[in-house]
C-alpha cells in the first residue's frame, strides 16, 4: 500500500516537534522530552560517519536532558542500526505497528453510529475541556509537559472530536491531516462509558468530516501487545503497512 520511508514521513509531520535538527540524513526531534515520538532520532538516511553521528545525538540530548532515543522501524538507516544502537547499550521499547487503510472501507466498516450516543462534535483545535480529558487518560508529567503536549498538536493541520460536547466529557480522538492520507491519534475512552461503541463512533465522526476535505487514505499506530485495539482496527480493514520500536539509551 504504502512504502515504510513514506509513512514514517507522514508520521512525522502529524506529531511535529519543537525543533527538528537535520544531521546528515536523520532527523533528531527535540521537545521538551514530551513524548517519545517527538524526543527520537528519525533515521531516513545513513550518515557518513556513525560514530560521529551517535555522538552528536548524545550529546545533543544529554544538552537537553532527554534520554537518546531513535525510532527504529523497515527504512531505518544505515540498514545496522538497530544492531548498533543494542550494542551500545540502548534498550528496545514499544514495538508498534502501524496499520493502514481505505477511508471509505473504513467508513463502510464501521456503519452508522447509535443514535443514543449523540453527535460527535468536531473541531479544528483542541479546547480546555479535550485536552483535560486526553491528559487524565494518557498524559504523562504536570502542566509544562501538558502545555508542550498541546503545541505538538497545535503544529499539525487536524480533526479534534469529542463526545458529548460539553461536560462531562465520554470520548475523544484527533486526525491529522497530511496531504490525502489522515493518521488517527489520541482515541481515548472514559473507562466508565466503554464497550458502548464511543471508540467507533469518534472515528466515525473523524472520517466523515475528512472525507469532505480530499482525504482518502488512513493510518494508525497501535502497541503490537494492545490486543483489544489490534481486533477493532482488524474489524475495520485495517492492515498492517509498517512498524517501529524505539531504541533508548537508559
Not at 32 to 37: F, M, P, Y
Not at 96 to 110: C, P, Q, S
Amino acid at each position: 500500500m504504502i512504502a515504510a520511508a513514506r509513512i514514517d514521513t507522514l508520521m512525522n509531520h502529524g506529531w511535529p516537534a519543537a525543533d527538528s535538527t537535520e544531521l546528515d540524513g536523520w532527523v533528531v526531534r527535540r521537545n521538551a522530552g514530551v513524548t517519545l515520538r517527538a524526543n527520537s532520532v528519525l533515521p531516513k538516511r545513513a550518515p557518513f560517519d556513525l560514530g560521529k553521528a551517535l555522538d552528536y545525538v548524545e550529546n545533543l540530548y544529554a544538552a537537553h536532558d532527554i534520554a537518546p532515543s531513535f525510532q527504529v522501524g523497515p527504512a531505518a538507516q544505515p540498514g545496522d542500526l538497530d544492531d548498533r544502537l543494542a550494542a551500545r547499550g540502548y534498550e528496545l521499547r514499544n514495538p508498534t505497528l502501524v496499520m493502514g487503510a481505505e477511508l471509505a472501507d473504513v467508513l463502510a466498516n464501521l456503519g452508522e453510529p447509535a443514535e443514543q450516543l449523540g453527535p460527535v462534535n468536531i473541531s479544528a483545535a483542541p479546547d480546555d475541556s479535550w485536552m483535560d480529558f486526553w491528559w487524565a487518560v494518557d498524559g504523562r508529567g504536570g502542566s509544562a509537559a501538558q502545555a508542550a503536549a498541546r503545541q505538538i498538536l497545535n503544529r499539525a493541520r487536524a480533526l479534534y472530536a469529542v463526545i458529548p460536547s460539553g461536560q462531562p466529557v465520554q470520548a475523544i480522538g484527533r486526525l491529522a491531516l497530511v496531504d490525502d492520507w489522515a493518521g488517527l491519534y489520541c482515541l481515548a475512552v472514559d473507562p466508565k462509558h466503554r464497550r458502548q461503541g464511543l471508540a467507533q463512533a469518534v472515528i466515525h465522526g473523524l472520517l466523515q468530516q475528512a472525507s469532505t476535505l480530499g482525504v482518502v487514505r488512513v493510518w494508525l499506530q497501535v502497541v503490537e501487545s494492545n490486543a483489544p485495539a489490534r481486533a477493532l482496527y482488524d474489524r475495520l480493514g485495517f492492515r498492517t503497512v509498517s512498524r517501529y520500536h524505539y531504541r533508548v539509551k537508559g
